[in-house]
Structures are given as C-alpha cells and as structure tokens.
C-alpha cells in the first residue's frame, strides 16, 4: 500500500491530514499571483504546509485508507504505522524523503523536519482546469508630438478666393444660358427667358401613343377587373388597361400559377438520438469518479456532460463541490478501474482527477 494517492485524494477534500506519529498537511487558501521574475501568473490554489506537532491520529487517514484497500480498520492502522516507520529510515539514512505530488521532507541542521511542497499540483477544485499562464512584455517607445502647423492667410487673399470661386460658377452657366438663348430664338417665336433654366424639360412630340401599365390610383386601371379576369382564364389573357376589360389588342398578362405549400410533418427521424443525461443514481454502486470540469453554470455542466457523451463515455453530473457542478467522465467500481481509465483521459489530453464517492 502506498500512502501518497491517499494523502493527495484527501487533501483535495479536506484542509488538514494527518500523517500518524509524522506531522500533518496543513492546506491555506493562496489567491492568484505573478512570478515578476518569470512573469508567470499562477491561479489561485491551496498552499500545503507542514506542522509536526501534529502526530496524534486522527482516523481520518486511517479510516479513508481502510476504505479504498478493502480492510479493516486495525489492518489499515498497522500497515499506515509501517510505512511511517518506513519514512523515518529514509530520513536516517538519505537525509531527505519524496512523497509524489506532494512535496520533499528533510532534517535541518537541528534535526527538526522541514518540508517543501511541490508547487506544480493544485488541490483546490474551484481551479480545476487552470493553467498558469505566462505575460510577454511590450516595450513601448514614446512618439514626440508633433505641432500643427495652421496656415496663416490674410483678409485680402480670402477675398479673392471667394472671388475666383464665384466666377468659376457663373461662366459656364451664362455660356449655357447664351447657347440655350440663341437655339430657342432661333426656331420659335414664343420664347420666354424660363426657357433659359438649363434644368427645363423640353417636351417632344411623337406620333406614337403613350400607355403607362401601373396599378397606381392615377392611371384608373381597374385592380379587380383584371383579378376577375385572371381568376376566370384557364390560361394566360391579354388585358387592355385603357378599357379595363379583355382585349385582343391589350397586353398578354401570365396568369400566375398557385404554389401549393409542402404539408408539414412532425415525424421524428429514426435514426437521430436524442443524447441520454446519465444521473448519478444510475451509478449506483460504483465508488469511484473519475471528475473532468468542475462549473459554475449548471448549463455548462450539462453542455459538457453531452460533449463527453458524443465522444463515447457515459458521462454524468457527479454532485456539487464548493458551490461548482461536478462532471464525471464515468463512475467505477474499484480504484484500479478508475485509475486506469484516469491514465487513458490524461494519455488523449485530457485532465480529470479521481472522487470516491460516500457510502
């Protein structure tokens, strides 16, 4: 038996373990902070230290142990004293002892237990899922600013410019006036100076009749003689919309063919699933969790639970933590089912971590 997963899974659920007749973890709430030296900022975490006076057994270590091996609690308690033992040769002998995931225990000069934990694990699971994350500095050089420069004119170069401007607009149009003037005069003798307005239109007359086809109110055109006309033709007509009435001599109007409109179906497609929302209950049974997120939104958790589902686990929502939705990947009954199948999500890319759930 080893006593680190242990140790590690407790600590993710609990602030204090103790470690009989060696010390405890002692687990503190640590916010985000920045590395100024590596500008890396980290996310808020638990910061494990390390109290020796606190020796006495608790049962908690013992009892969770007893649990996850399948003994009893006198066994586990023999076997917790006999890896503690254990530390202490390592210490005798190496002067320094490594628990995985958790940290370096060593004597100093004085012979007192020190410890250094090991900053790269996060045992807090509102940060489940954070990365540290590394700042690149931009250096950001100063732009002088420049003084604008306003152009100094004087009252009388003002003047002449309004000058030149009026003169540019009033050339061309007495050159058109004249030349409108003289072609006017020069072919009728009802000229009048309105006939100067460049913008005038002139009407030209033609031999040929003009018929506007609108439906607007002032062509009188008859909206309901030709509707009746239409609805009453068994093909296309032709339409005089001088008469309003049915004419060889009118204009062939299509008589529009009616679309009849698909028939709606609510016949639900066979083959297209709905995704099955695994509950905890339906895992009954089974001990172990292996956790994949950890949300604050319960929409998220179910988003992510039917993620996990399309790509083939049975997911399921997995309880609440600290006020955050849990999500499993799946539920196991052993602890070497659950670790195997840890070992698989991590070797894809992903990051989930193990739960024994209460009996």
């Not at 109290?51 to 399948?70: E, S, Y």
């Not at 028939?263 to 929302?277: D, G, I």
Request: charged residues 25%.
């Amino acid at each position: 038996m080893r006593l680190e997963p242990v140790i590690c899974e407790l600590l993710y659920e609990h602030d204090c373990v103790v470690v009989p007749e060696f010390g405890g973890l002692v687990a503190n709430y640590r916010s985000a902070r920045l590395n100024r030296r590596t500008h890396v900022v980290q996310p808020p975490s638990k910061h494990i230290g390390f109290n020796r006076h606190l020796k006495d057994n608790d049962g908690l270590l013992t009892q969770h142990a007893a649990q996850l091996f399948n003994l009893s609690f006198q066994e586990a308690s023999e076997q917790v004293r006999a890896i503690v033992t254990e530390y202490h040769q390592i210490l005798n002998q190496k002067g320094r002892l490594v628990l995985e995931r958790i940290g370096v225990f060593f004597r100093d000069n004085n012979g007192q237990l020190q410890f250094i934990p090991d900053e790269q694990e996060n045992f807090l699971t509102s940060s489940f899922g954070l990365r540290p994350v590394q700042l690149r500095y931009i250096e950001q050089k100063e732009q002088p600013a420049e003084t604008p420069i306003i152009p100094i004119q004087h009252e009388s170069r003002k003047q002449l410019a309004g000058w030149k401007i009026a003169a540019a607009i009033a050339i061309p149009i007495l050159l058109a006036g004249s030349f409108l003037a003289g072609n006017q005069m020069g072919g009728k003798e009802d000229f009048s100076f309105a006939s100067l307005n460049p913008f005038h239109k002139v009407r030209i007359d033609s031999d040929y009749e003009s018929r506007e086809f609108s439906f607007a109110p002032e062509t009188g055109v008859d909206k309901d003689a030709l509707t009746n006309a239409l609805d009453t033709a068994s093909g296309n007509i032709r339409f005089d919309f001088t008469q309003n009435k049915v004419s060889a001599e009118g204009v062939e109007i299509e008589k529009p063919v009616k679309q009849i409109a698909e028939a709606s179906t609510t016949e639900v497609n066979k083959e297209t699933k709905p995704t099955q929302q695994i509950s905890k209950e339906h895992h009954a049974g089974h001990r172990f969790a292996v956790i994949g997120g950890a949300f604050a939104v319960a929409e998220n958790a179910e988003k992510f639970v039917t993620k996990l589902q399309q790509d083939g686990y049975e997911a399921a929502l997995a309880g609440k933590k600290d006020g955050l939705q849990l999500v499993a990947y799946g539920y196991y009954s052993t602890k070497g089912e659950a670790t195997e199948a840890l070992r698989k999500i991590k070797s894809s890319g992903g990051s989930a971590w193990i739960k024994r759930e209460a009996q």
